[in-house]
């Protein structure tokens, strides 16, 4: 039952609900690169006189609504040349941009407000922003709140539920299980309600990497991106890659799959020399990558659990030129099962899972090529901390399984509690190694910026809780 002002209303369709005052912001925005913000803002319900749109009257609409928020483009811009803050330099060098993840927000917010909305629905706004787009943002909530605008936030990130919400209500696996004010409220509190159980349960316990080397890399290095990486990854170990933004750590794992021209450097795999020219000659070594952006680079959103989950396999699949039908479901079903996948069934189009669940899926997806080692990069990336719980103990079955982990995060406790060894990217560079253990938070967050170390095992250690990051 939904309620407008006391009175219950049914909405057909989100038409009908725009029209009652209720608009929503999504996580993944869609936008039309060629059109201006204002053609996006106002797009469907342009103001028309005789003979066509009423452009000056849209473009003036567009841009008060833009002034209003403090978006810092003009209402005639067009979307394709807006970009990310954190990439301006780099896109204007290339002389190539693409509207990004803090301009798309203001965009879809002005089109928010310019329906006259009372109620705005946000569903995970900041998940792709900078610290400082965010610090931004938190403004504009703020102005709407002012507004007299009823917000709807949905985030798992906690110093946003903390810095910005009044009251909170808590979903587990599809029901409420728990509300109350957030003056009341402790982030060990809300924890225990989203995961069900305490905060030192989230992390597993690692099983020991075995000292055999697996892989070798040396003097890995490309002309923009990075510069003379060398590592190593023994059987069963889990190898974290940590650094700021910049710090070239994905850069150099898309070298390590083959999906980085110009990029040199030496590969042995079990002591034999491994040439990749490609993804092709990864997969076929036994090499997994798992990328960051799920939605965008990890799964086709328009397509099945079971097309998804199979994708990468098909060769194991064919009978001559044909699929094989029950070999794919039988796949699926037993991906489902091993990793919880919740889900209606093999069916089901993939955008419609949570975002834990397509982590999982595209896991599952690259498990299935039976690899020996997996990059996960950025794994944890927009799930809630239930969901990063599973992900973790999915890490720990398969170092467990025998199989060998390059784990890159921005989040610190994440390569801190599962690393077994942790190497710190500065600018392209690797300029730090360390054992499980034997640095503390401050000796791995100096070496990232760049600043000098204090030694290891100075400073105060990372506790083992998922939402420090969050908090920080």
Known sequence: QIQVRGTELVFEDAHAAGRAGIAAVHQETAMFDELSAAENIYMGRQPMRKGGIDWNTMNERAQKILSDIGAPFEARALVKNLGPAERHLVEIARALSHLGPAERHLVEIARALSQDAEVVILDEPTAA???????????????????????????????????????????????????????????????????GRDLEHVYPAMPKASENELLRVEHLSHPTEFEDINFTLNKGEVLGFYGLVGAGRSEAMLSLFGLKEHAVGKFTLDGKPLLVRGPEDAINAGIAYVPEERQRQGAILSFSVRENLTLAALGRKLAGPWLRPKNERDMTNEAITKLAIKTDGTEQIISGLSGGNQQKVVIAKWLGTDPRIVILDEPTKGIDVGAKSAVYQLIADMVGGGLSVILVSSELPEVMNLAH??????????????????????????AASGLKQHGAGSGTPVPANPTQELAA
Request: overall charge negative.
């Open 129 to 195: 922003l900078s610290r400082q787009e965010i610090n931004d943002f938190y403004g504009i909530v703020r102005r709407l709140k002012e507004q007299g605008k009823g917000i709807i936030f949905i985030t798992h990130k906690f110093d946003e539920i903390f810095s910005l919400a009044d009251r909170y209500i808590v979903l587990r696996d599809g029901a409420s299980v728990g509300e109350g004010r957030i003056a009341d409220a402790t982030e060990h509190s809300l924890v225990r309600l989203m995961v």
């Open 421 to 446: 060894r942790v190497i710190v990217m500065h600018r392209g560079h690797q300029v730090a190694e360390f054992k499980h253990g034997e640095a503390s938070a401050e000796d791995i967050v100096a």
